[in-house]
């Protein structure tokens, strides 16, 4: 097992990543917690619901079981509500600690519980995609969606403990695992140039999910996340280049419809996107943009965005967490494993739009 830790103003917690973590998941769960509230979805519970629960029954402590519906197009109000039902109706206390066993829409909807439930409770992440390894599970970004904007609703805060069992990946759809690659490769384009130069010779192996090839990414891309949130944790600065491609790639998600495109596919083209800005706004080289291309390519994203029309793209851009001022910004790129956060002219992000965004790949 391996031990990434986080720091952060809102609470230290570690991340531990190893084959069977489900079945030790008690020991993260504090000796003065009075229950736990296992939360999944109809999809995970079937595969993990059992073990998990026998790993926290082994706390000794009482163990209530909730289950939301699943899918990106139920991150919303009704859904988290469902969590509050289930806590008020089995009498959980101040001192009741949640567990999100699922992936990103789990993790996010379970951590927005906690920060608000009776002002707060403590949460155990159990991410089980990869992209909820890799990035949502981590950081305490907690939220649901609202019709006109994507993760629009949430707090910061910060789980007690991450646990990532890489075995948990064997039942993920191909699809899913190249959805989690692209935050993967997210890192290295934004902080770590060796990182994506690795991910650019070890892509067949990630796809295949070769046990020391995802190791490595999930640890690493952990490692870079915290480092990140750890000198940023309410995105003042430096964390918004966690949001690479996430401009592009959310309003593709709400353009289309949540669901309709997968979060991370949508930021895997969202990145290609954002490196074409960059070759015009900042002289990031077009040999470079190839690179991303393909790399989005290898690991099965869509490299081509959908037409949503030029004026669908800036309404939808318009509600993203980074405007200011009505001032849309974008994550850049100056060179691979170098990033920065600022508007852009208008003519530049038009020509963008224009070059990859095409009806055909709808
Ligand atoms: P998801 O949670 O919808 O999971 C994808 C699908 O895989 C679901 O059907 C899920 O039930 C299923 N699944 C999960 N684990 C499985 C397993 N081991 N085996 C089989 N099926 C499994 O999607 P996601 O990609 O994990 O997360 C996307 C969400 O995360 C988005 O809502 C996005 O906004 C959010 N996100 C948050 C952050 C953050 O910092 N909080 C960062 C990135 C993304
Ligand atoms: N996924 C973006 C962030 O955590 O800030």
Redesign the pocket.
């Known amino acids: 097992m391996t031990t990434v830790q986080v720091t952060t103003p809102g609470g230290d917690y570690p991340i531990h990543i190893g084959a069977g973590r489900l079945d030790s998941l008690g020991q993260v769960i504090p000796a003065d917690a009075t229950a736990i509230a296992l939360v999944s979805?109809?999809?995970?519970a079937p595969?993990?619901r059992e073990r998990a629960e026998k790993a926290l029954a082994a706390t000794g402590k009482r163990v209530v079981y909730i289950e939301l519906p699943?899918?990106?197009a139920y991150?919303d109000w009704q859904t988290l509500n469902l969590i509050f039902d289930g806590l008020l109706q089995n009498r959980l206390d101040r001192k009741a600690v949640l567990v999100a066993l699922?992936?990103?829409?789990?993790?996010?909807m379970v951590?927005f519980a906690a920060a608000s439930y009776m002002r707060g409770i403590r949460f155990v992440q159990v991410?089980?995609?990869?992209?909820?390894q890799v990035?949502?599970?981590?950081?305490?970004?907690?939220?649901i969606?609202h019709p006109l904007g994507?993760?629009m609703v949430?707090a910061f805060y910060q789980p007690i403990a991450v646990e990532i069992d890489i075995d948990?990946?064997?039942?993920?759809?191909e699809r899913?695992v190249s959805?989690?690659l692209a935050?993967v490769i997210k890192y290295g384009l934004i902080i770590d140039a060796d990182f994506f130069v690795w991910c650019e010779q070890n892509v067949q192996a990630l796809r295949a999910l070769d046990r020391q090839a995802i190791t490595y990414a999930i640890q690493r891309s952990c490692e870079l996340k915290a480092y990140v949130v750890s000198q940023d944790e309410r995105e003042s600065g430096l964390r918004a280049i966690?949001n690479l491609g996430h401009t592009f790639g959310h309003a593709i998600?709400s353009g289309l419809g949540?669901?309709a495109w997968?979060?991370?596919e949508a930021?895997g083209c969202g990145m290609v996107q954002a490196a074409e800005l960059s070759v015009l706004t900042h002289d990031f080289p077009i040999e470079d943009v190839a690179r991303v291309r393909a790399l989005v390519r290898a690991i099965g994203c869509p490299v081509q965005a959908p037409d949503l029309g030029e004026e669908q793209w800036l309404s939808h851009m318009q509600v993203d967490k980074k405007t200011e001022g009505g001032q849309l910004r974008f994550v850049l790129l100056s060179a691979i494993g170098k990033a920065l956060c600022e508007g852009v002219p208008a003519q530049a992000l038009q020509q963008v739009l224009e070059k990859t965004a095409v009806p055909a790949q709808v």
């Open positions: 979805n109809g999809t995970v595969h993990y699943d899918g990106e991150k699922g992936g990103g829409v789990i993790g996010d951590g991410p089980t995609t990869l992209l909820a990035d949502s599970s981590v950081g305490g970004k907690t939220a969606n994507k993760n949430g948990v990946l064997s039942t993920l759809p899913e959805a989690g935050e966690l998600e949540y669901g997968l979060h991370g930021v």
